[in-house]
C-alpha cells in the first residue's frame, strides 16, 4: 500500500512539474503553421495576371517543343530563348498569309499599339522590317517585304504617326526566325517588325 502511495505521489509531481505551453506559444505555434500552409496568400495576384502569366508561359513552352523538334540538336536554353523571342514577336509583330501583303484585322491591335509607342518616346523614329519566306526569289521576297512594311507604316500615319518618322526596310527571305522548310517555318517568318530608335 506504502508503495503504490508512493508511485502515486511520483506520478502526481512529475505531471505538476512538466510546462504546459503558454499562450504565447500556442499562438505563434498556429501563426506560424498558418503562414507556412499558405504563403500565397499574403500576396495574391490577380486573376488576370496569373491567367495571363500562365498562358505566354504555355505557348512559349509549346514553341519550345515544335523547335525542339526542327532542331533536336540544339541545346535547351538555345532553344528557350527562341521560343521566347517568337512569343515576344507574337506579341509585338504583324503577321501575313502567303504571297500577301493587305493586313488582317486581327492585327490592327498591334499597330495601334506600336503607334502609341512611338507617341511614348517623343524624338523616336521607326522602323518597319519587312520579311517574307523561303518560297520566290531573292527580288520577289524583297519587294513583297516592302510592300509588307508600306501597308503597316500607312495604317500608322493614319493614327497620327508622322510619315517623316517611318522608314521602310525589308529583308526578304534573308532574316528567317525559323528555318524548317514546311509551313510551321514559313508562317514565323512572314512578318513587320517595328524597330524604334531614339534620335
Known amino acids: 500500500m506504502k508503495r503504490l502511495a508512493v508511485v502515486l505521489m511520483a506520478f502526481i509531481f512529475v505531471a505538476c512539474a512538466s510546462p504546459k505551453p503558454n499562450a504565447t506559444q500556442t499562438d505563434s505555434n498556429a501563426n506560424k503553421s498558418s503562414s507556412t500552409s499558405s504563403p500565397a496568400s499574403a500576396v495574391a495576384p490577380t486573376k488576370a495576371a496569373v491567367a495571363s502569366t500562365s498562358s505566354n508561359t504555355a505557348a512559349t513552352a509549346k514553341l519550345a517543343a515544335e523547335i525542339q523538334k526542327i532542331h533536336p540538336e540544339s541545346d535547351g536554353e538555345a532553344i528557350a530563348n527562341l521560343a521566347e523571342k517568337i512569343q515576344r514577336l507574337h506579341d509585338e509583330s504583324v503577321y501575313f498569309d ?15 499599339k506600336q503607334a502609341a509607342n512611338f ?39 493614319t493614327l497620327g504617326v508622322p510619315a517623316s518618322k517611318i522608314k521602310v526596310v525589308s529583308y526578304g527571305k534573308s532574316k528567317p526566325v525559323l528555318d524548317c522548310h514546311e509551313e510551321k517555318c514559313w508562317q514565323e517568318n512572314r512578318r513587320v517588325d517595328f524597330i524604334f530608335k531614339q534620335k
Do not use: C, M
Open 98 to 112: 502567303f504571297d500577301q501583303y493587305s493586313i488582317s484585322p486581327e492585327f490592327r491591335n498591334i499597330i495601334e
Open 119 to 157: 507617341k511614348n518616346h517623343k524624338g523616336a523614329a521607326v522602323i518597319l522590317e519587312g520579311n517574307a519566306d523561303e518560297r520566290g526569289s531573292a527580288a520577289y521576297n524583297i519587294a513583297l517585304g516592302e510592300k509588307r512594311a508600306t501597308s503597316v507604316k500607312k495604317i500608322l500615319v
